[in-house]
């Protein structure tokens, strides 16, 4: 892991410029020390394939009742303030200075899972990425430490339906809205694949996504999530 404190140093001597929260001079990548420390943790004890909190950190009763196309998930953050404003001042008002303060918060989350022959940043349909002329979780994706942005296979998959936007819809029918949505455009067999992406919430998203890179080969599907709902009981 030398290299990830090595890239954590340089991004600290590397910062310039005012914390996004509170104006204060920004000694991380876009955050001031304290307001970092203050973001909304995801929890201790939580299921390791889908992220959300599991009494004693074992796999949780959905996961094993329904197994999805993922294997495991580390998300950086919970969905909750002031993270979901500066997800969607990046996704939504493009806000791309943004994009450091967030790679910064997920290299930190991902650097214990094993190093992944590929990293993919979640894919837009074709549509939307040309309304919003940029992909959050690619531009994410390419702030993660260079070993990890050299992984970066930003074309791999391909999202083939311009579905309705998850957000749009009742929870109890993003899986089906999302079923078939993906493509992988070559086989990769035997490789583990880390799938970037800013905010999960259902996780039919990321489900669809690795299924198919699991049809294309895949050993092995983590997501790598910025900011996690944590969905109520
Ligand atoms: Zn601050
Ligand atoms: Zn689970």
Redesign the pocket.
């Known amino acids: 892991m030398g290299s990830i404190a090595n890239w954590l140093a340089a991004m600290r001597g590397g910062v310039r410029g005012r914390c996004l929260l509170c104006r204060a001079r920004a000694d991380l990548p876009g955050l001031c020390r304290p307001c970092s420390a203050d973001l909304p943790p995801v929890g201790a004890r939580l299921?390791p394939?889908?992220a959300?909190p599991?009494p004693d950190g074992a796999?949780?009763g959905?996961?094993r009742a329904h197994p999805p196309g993922f294997d495991r998930c580390l998300a950086a953050h919970a969905y909750a303030f002031p993270v979901d404003r500066l997800v969607q001042g990046l996704k939504y008002r493009g806000l791309l200075s943004i994009a450091p303060a967030l790679g910064h918060r997920l290299a930190i989350a991902v650097r214990a899972d094993r190093v992944p022959d590929i990293v993919l940043p979640m894919p837009l349909a074709a549509t939307r990425l040309r309304e919003r002329g940029f992909n959050q979780a690619l531009e994410i994706a390419r702030l993660l430490p260079p070993h990890l942005a050299a992984r970066l296979r930003p074309g791999l998959l391909e999202r083939t339906r311009d579905t309705q936007s998850q957000a749009e819809l009742p929870l109890d029918q993003r899986a089906r809205n999302m079923q078939g949505a993906f493509v992988c455009r070559e086989r990769i067999d035997g490789s583990h694949v880390a799938i970037v992406d800013d905010v999960m919430t259902t996780g039919a998203t990321l489900d669809a996504a690795a299924t198919a890179l699991k049809q294309a080969g895949a050993a092995t599907v983590s997501g790598w999530i910025v900011a996690r709902t944590l969905l109520g009981p």
Request: one cysteine or more.
């Open positions: 299921c394939v889908c959300l599991s796999v949780c959905d996961c």
